[in-house]
């Protein structure tokens, strides 16, 4: 299911100190009679049952995971998402249908140069700097296909912003206009593309000789992305038509 990636794959414990924790306070670490700690060892292989998210601040969570032994021999209980290799990044977690009667300036609004479209239905999935992104239902499969083959490959790929709704992007806008310390260019509400569902910014540093870059610029227009912005290294779009002319003509970009 594309609303919970982490059905039927395997983790790897990496962490020699991932330690269980009650089920009824997740904040809370079980101890074995001896006193000591109780754990999963590390390098364990372990499935995933169930995922419990806790705000942890103003944006972001913590995020704990029900393990059992992959053979299904062994039922651990609920540990730490960041003892798993890859610290759960990326992962979806749950799907958000628009409310009926909702607002063309509500949550689920998508819009696209200045023009209301429809209500769309949102994945939330665990962005880069363990905060909840949106993903847009249409290209969340092909987006979670390329992260896996990336991960494959020892490549890790992290989202930073995704779907946008008005009053996000409104905010966005309003801060780069003021010139408010932190924040970027940004198109006007209804003119980006991330209102329309099809725009991520990844976790790409620099770009340059970034790994998670250099296998984008490889690999992305495989499934059906792009860069798009010359001057923003980080931004990419999910638009296949054009991702297939790049791909044939040896780039993996929009501009001449």
Request: glycine letters at 10%.
């Amino acid at each position: 299911m594309i609303e919970e990636s982490y059905r039927g794959r395997v983790f790897t414990i990496a962490d020699p100190d991932a330690r269980l924790r009650r089920a009824s306070a997740l904040d809370e670490f079980i101890t074995t009679p001896g006193g000591s700690f109780a754990t999963i060892a590390d390098g364990t292989k372990i499935t995933v049952s169930a995922v419990n998210i806790i705000p942890a601040g103003s944006e972001t969570v913590a995020i704990f995971v029900h393990a059992q032994s992959a053979n299904g021999a062994n039922d651990f209980g609920w540990t730490s998402g960041n003892n798993l290799r890859g610290k759960f990044l990326s992962e979806t977690v749950g799907k958000i249908p628009p409310p009926s009667g909702a607002s063309r300036f509500g949550p689920h609004a998508a819009w696209a140069n200045g023009q209301y479209l429809q209500h769309i239905t949102l994945i939330r999935l665990i962005g880069t700097r363990k905060e909840i992104e949106h993903i847009a239902e249409v290209s969340c499969a092909k987006f979670l296909e390329m992260v896996a083959a990336a991960r494959d490959d020892g490549i890790m790929i992290g989202v930073n912003s995704c779907f946008r709704s008005y009053p996000q992007q409104k905010q966005l806008y309003d801060g780069f206009k003021a010139g408010r310390p932190g924040y970027n260019p940004a198109n006007p509400p209804g003119m980006s593309n991330h209102q329309s569902g099809i725009a991520f910014d990844l976790d790409v540093g620099g770009g340059g000789s970034n790994q998670t870059y250099v296998w984008l610029t490889k690999n992305a227009t495989r499934f059906g992305f792009l860069r798009t912005v010359s001057r923003e290294v980080w931004h990419w779009e999910y638009i296949p038509q054009k991702a297939a002319q790049a791909r044939a003509r040896g780039s993996f970009h929009t501009w001449s």
